[in-house]
Every structure is written in C-alpha cells, then in structure tokens.
Nanobody
Framework: QVQLVESGGGLVQAGGSLRLSCAAS????????MGWSRQALGRSREFVPA????????PYADSVKGRFSISRDSAKNTLYLQMNSLKPEDTAAYYC???????????????WGQGTQVTVSS
C-alpha cells in the first residue's frame, strides 16, 4: 500500500503561483510512477504533469505545458507540482496519484491522495 497526502492548495489570483506537495508513505517511493490529476466541477478528469519512477517526464495536458512542472525529492518521499501563471480555468481539485505501471498511472492510478483544492480568481 502507498499513502499519499497532498498539501499546498488554496486561493490565488490569476497570474500567481502555487506549489503543491504530496507526501508518500508505505512502499518504496522510488518504485512508483507518480503524477498529478485534476478535476473541476462539471468537467472530466485531466492528467497534468507526471513522471516515471526513473524520473522521466510523462506527456501531459497541453493546457498546462510551460506553466506547470513536476519534481520529486526521493530523500523526503515527496512529489511536487509547481504551478505558475495560474488561470481561472486551473481551478480544480488536484490529486496526487501513483501506480507501478505507466499505463496504469495514465488511466486508472492504483493510489490516490485525498485531493487539495486550488481556486484561481480572476
């Protein structure tokens, strides 16, 4: 089992930045592909930055390319999502996800955090 706990969400004005953190516990952090998924009210889930267990970036939504970046600190078992130039349409619940397979991560991740809300005001 892997437990994922997100933090860092909140309210920010358009153009601002936020950094989300995901603390992982349980099985070996470095063995899992990890990423972030978001879902806004009335919209389908969208896969935002993710990375393989080896550190390679996995392709993600065009809507956030150039603004969002992902990183991980294996010593701290923590995954980060840096979000810059935020837009009102980035408003959503953001979930940290993990899966031993890339295909699983992209479709139905095995492990989910509880989510953290990001609200971007115009």
């Amino acid at each position: 089992q892997v437990q994922l706990v997100e933090s860092g969400g909140g309210l920010v004005q358009a153009g601002g930045s936020l950094r989300l953190s995901c603390a992982a516990s349980g099985r070996t952090f470095s063995n899992y592909n990890m990423g972030w998924s978001r879902q806004a009210l009335g919209r389908s889930r969208e896969f935002v930055p993710a990375m393989t267990w080896s550190g390679a970036t996995i392709p993600y939504a065009d809507s956030v390319k150039g603004r969002f970046s992902i990183s991980r600190d294996s010593a701290k078992n923590t995954l980060y999502l840096q979000m810059n130039s935020l837009k009102p349409e980035d408003t959503a619940a953001y979930y940290c996800v993990a899966d031993p397979r890339v295909s699983g991560l992209m479709k139905t991740p095995a492990y989910w955090g509880q989510g953290t809300q990001v609200t971007v005001s115009s």
